[in-house]
């Protein structure tokens, strides 16, 4: 069965600092990946997601991933956050051979102080 | 904009209670997701469903039930509510017919259950 690994599950940042969060899934085909953000109070949103073509997947509000196949990697980075970007973050991958549902990471929450 | 409605936000139930938590969406999706959320377990998948009447397993099935007997409304019951089943419980849904690859799921706000 396929999973999700994310390394850290509290990240505190200064504004303006430099972001990165871990995402590695354990499946050797191929693969559909995502990272959703959720604000306080509001509902899952998308980010970015990729599923084919250049690895490197640009979304909403900054945010940027890579995915690195040989490293079974998808981290998310920013290279500059703002006391807005406090949330929580889930990365999460879809799979043909499991019907392509959605399996989540455990989340990291990511707080920037101001 | 696509809107996934959850119609309780905050319900507190007892024990052994049987509980609804209803969701409708308004974009004529074919697939509709129940997920729970837990603090350091993620979301994990309870109930899909592609299509009306049907329903799929997911992760985690145990204590629950659903229904789908229109495309817009897909129901999470817990027959008998426990403890354990305190969570936040997330409704989805997504375009496509059997899970098209690479379609964006969306997300309703959430309904925070208590079972006490």
């Known amino acids: 069965a396929q999973s999700v690994s994310q390394h850290n599950h509290h990240v505190i940042l200064s504004e303006a600092a430099s972001l990165e969060l871990g995402c590695n899934y354990s499946?050797?085909?191929?693969?559909?990946l995502f990272w959703y953000v959720q604000y306080p109070g509001q509902h899952l949103q998308l980010l970015l997601k990729y599923f084919s073509g250049d690895p490197l997947v640009k979304g909403i509000k900054g945010f940027e991933a890579e995915f690195i196949k040989s490293k079974f990697s998808f981290n998310l980075r920013k290279p500059s956050v703002q006391w807005s970007d406090t949330a929580e973050y889930f990365c999460?991958?879809?799979?043909?051979?499991?019907?392509?549902?959605?399996?989540f990471g455990a989340g990291t929450i990511l707080r920037v102080k101001s | 904009d696509v809107k996934v409605t959850q119609s309780s936000r905050y319900l507190v139930k007892r024990t052994g209670e049987k509980v609804f938590l209803e969701c409708v969406q308004d974009?004529?999706?074919?697939?509709m997701f129940w997920y729970r959320q837990d603090p350091g377990l993620g979301l994990r998948l309870i109930y899909f469903?592609?299509?009306?009447?049907?329903?799929e397993k997911g992760d985690i099935p145990e204590g629950y039930s659903v229904s789908r007997e229109k495309k817009e409304r897909f129901s999470l019951i817990l027959e008998s509510a426990s403890t354990n089943q305190t969570s936040m419980y997330l409704c989805?849904?997504?375009?496509?017919?059997?899970?098209?690859?690479?379609?964006?799921?969306?997300f309703g706000e959430g309904s925070w259950l208590t079972v006490v």
């Open positions: 974009m004529d999706h074919e697939n």
């Open positions: 469903s592609y299509d009306v009447k049907m329903k």
């Open positions: 999460a991958v879809s799979t043909m051979e499991y019907g392509n549902k959605l399996v």
């Open positions: 499946y050797g085909g191929t693969v559909n």
């Open positions: 989805a849904s997504s375009p496509g017919g059997v899970m098209v690859s690479g379609n964006t799921i969306y």
